[in-house]
């Protein structure tokens, strides 16, 4: 358990069913890099799109970034990573997306 959050607590924020909306919606403020960010739908969390090497470049440094929030008493005004996934559905290509 990260922050007093357990993983079915941010499972539940997560339903597909309940963020629809702002899954959809996300898509209409996409940046230069298509790349796009939403709240869950209980503001828990923020889901950001990955696009490219974004994601190896993150876990290439992940060991590094824990690193750095334990020796700072895990004080830090970097954004707290809960999770880095791929989505892989049959209607559309796979999404790499990062929980914060």
Do not use: P, Q
Not at 46 to 55: L, Q, V
């Amino acid at each position: 358990m990260l922050d007093g959050l357990a993983y079915v607590d941010m499972l539940a924020s997560l339903k597909v069913e309940d963020n629809m909306c702002n899954i959809f919606k996300s898509g209409e403020g996409a940046g230069k890099s298509g790349s796009f960010f939403f709240f869950s739908s209980d503001n828990k969390f923020i889901i950001k799109t990955m696009r490219g090497n974004e994601k190896w470049v993150l876990l290439n440094m992940l060991d590094d970034m824990t690193l750095h929030l334990e020796s700072g008493s895990n004080k830090s005004l970097l954004a707290r990573i809960y999770g880095v996934f791929s989505i892989n559905a049959s209607n559309f290509h796979s999404v790499d997306i990062i929980i914060m």
